[in-house]
């Protein structure tokens, strides 16, 4: 049987040797962190509702590993921001690949929720998928 969108995410966290702890988190529902070349991530799991949501917190923590995009908290705004965002393009990429997000536009799919519910992704994530597909020139969404 294939591996859900979760269970893959925890498998390639764990294949690549990062730590994944389940954590009561009062500011994120997720953070992550790079100790002596080590990646942690803490999960909240209390804070999710849905199975989705917990795969989309991974995968943006996952996208800092991935990607080395970590900061300091008291950095400017602008570094922040640029890492964030590359942490959430990898996210993007992980869940919906340009493949999926075309199925479901070819299959009718115009709005957030309807993205949302055809790629099992939560509506915030659907808004972000739909946005980043726009800005890459796919030229479906107007």
Known sequence: MPLTMLESLYDEAHSSGISVENFDLT???SVCA??????????DKNRMSTSYEEAECLAHELGHCRTDAFYELDCPSYKRSSKEKKAQT???LRIVTPERFRAAYESGCREVWEFAEELNISCDFAHKVMLYYHEKGFGCLG
């Open 27 to 29: 500011e994120n529902p």
């Open 90 to 92: 990898w996210a993007i």
């Open 34 to 43: 790079c100790i002596d070349g080590r990646y942690y991530i803490g999960i």
